[in-house]
């Protein structure tokens, strides 16, 4: 049997969720407004510390720019739960006409990482105020570089980030504009896929374009590369086995006249199972190179290995899906499928029970429609009444659990 946590705590929760409802929106478009690369992110880094010490909230700096903080209830050392959000933008330029459009040029929250750092300083803020009404510590992880390789997840886990004190379990929050405003969606086990970059560089001769007996097209290589490749997917991998190859980057710096020396292409790709994404990463390896050698050329494979896959802990995600039953009505939970996105949330779910769960953005009457990693996207700020609040509720809950 766990704590048992009053019903009277969860009506104080939603009450400072509401009422603290304009300050998490000032700081999401503060946020938003100045957004920062990943492995930059300083001011960043700087404005949720700030907010931090006026709280009387300890806190410790890792991976350059991350922030682990520690808000201790009563018996502290009894069990302790993190909750992580990241704060790394991406190099999108907005096309959003709002009061809060980013100022740096060609820098964006396009992936709602505003949201969860504001969201997450909210909870930080309830439950300070409460520490005296729960058993246990709450962990709080501000990470940097989600958005790029290797993942600032792996950054914090080797520096410490899941130790002194070892949490029990860590739950992370994301944006989802395809599930309505005032919603949460969840899923128990697999839900999202590896992440590796695929660089190939085909490598020819250049010459004449009416003359090709005197070249070796790298461009016709390439081609052939490409379509083969898919190959691997649809005749090598299991149909019960999700993956995706996608190449979506080609430049050969030729002209209509011109077959140029090289073609370099650049691509991802995605799977649900360890074994398959080393077997696959291999095929692609020994496929390209070989079919470039017999078409007279040469291509030189790079990988750059990202996230494994990410899987949300069965019995935790059921724990924190009642502790959201409970929060916004049984009605306003949802069921999310897998995909074949990839986060670096992952690294922890490798490591200790982890949760991933998805904040409801859309609104169609608003036109908040647009899909994360775009120019247009932008979050109904109707979410920020539930996002700090509910975490708050789930870390107190999941810490009140055997």
Same mark, same amino acid.
């Given at each position: ?128 105020? *409460? /520490?005296?009404? %729960? ?9 940097? !570089?989600? +958005? &790029?390789?290797?993942?600032? $997840? ?110 370099? *292409? /650049?691509?991802? %790709? ?9 077997? !696959?990463? +291999? &095929?692609?390896?020994?496929? $390209? ?111 009140? /659990?055997?």
């Amino acid at each position: 049997m766990g704590t048992f946590v009053s019903m009277d705590v969860l009506k104080k929760i939603k009450s400072l969720s509401e009422n603290y409802h304009p300050l998490v929106v000032d700081w999401r478009r503060h946020l938003h407004a100045h957004p920062e690369l990943s492995y930059e992110e300083f001011e960043t880094s700087a404005f949720v510390k700030s907010h931090l010490s006026a709280w009387g909230i300890s806190f410790t700096e890792l991976a350059t720019t991350g922030i682990v903080a520690l808000i201790k209830g009563k018996n502290p050392t009894r069990k302790t739960v993190a909750l992580r959000a990241d704060m790394d933008a991406l190099p999108i330029a907005e096309k959003n006409e709002v009061a809060y459009k980013s100022t740096r040029k060609g820098v964006m929250h396009a992936c709602g990482h505003d949201v969860h750092t504001s969201s997450l300083l909210g909870t930080a803020k309830i439950l300070q105020e *409460i /520490a005296d009404q %729960f058993e246990g510590t709450v962990k709080l992880i501000f990470q940097p !570089g989600e +958005e &790029k390789n290797p993942g600032g $997840a792996s950054f914090m886990i080797k520096e410490g980030a899941l130790t002194n004190p070892a949490p029990a379990s860590i739950i992370g929050q994301h944006v989802m504009p395809l599930v309505p405003v005032g919603k949460v969606g969840f899923r128990e086990g697999m839900y999202m896929a590896s992440s590796d970059e695929i660089y190939l560089k085909v490598i020819g001769k250049g010459g004449h374009g009416a003359a090709p007996e005197l070249a070796i097209d790298p461009v016709v290589i390439a081609s052939h590369i490409i379509i083969a490749l898919q190959q691997i997917i649809s005749r090598n991998a299991s149909p019960k086995q999700p993956t995706v190859l996608t190449f979506g980057r080609i430049i050969g710096d030729g002209a209509t006249n011109i077959i140029p020396n090289e073609v370099n *292409i /650049a691509g991802t %790709f995605r799977a649900l199972n360890e074994s398959w994404r080393k077997e !696959g990463l +291999e &095929k692609i390896k020994k496929m $390209a190179e070989s079919i470039a050698t017999g078409m007279g050329g040469t291509c030189e494979v790079t990988i750059s290995h990202g996230y494994p896959y990410l899987e949300n802990n069965p019995e935790l995600t059921r724990r924190i899906r009642k502790a959201a039953e409970e929060y916004v009505g049984k009605e306003n939970v949802v069921d999310i499928d897998l995909t074949l996105g990839s986060e670096d949330f992952a690294y922890y779910s490798h490591v200790i029970p982890a949760s991933f769960y998805r904040l409801g953005t859309r609104n169609e009457a608003k036109g908040l429609i647009s899909y994360v990693h775009s120019a247009t996207f932008d979050i109904d700020e109707d979410a920020l009444k539930l996002s700090a609040g509910l975490m708050a509720w789930m870390a107190i809950t999941e810490l009140a /659990a055997n």
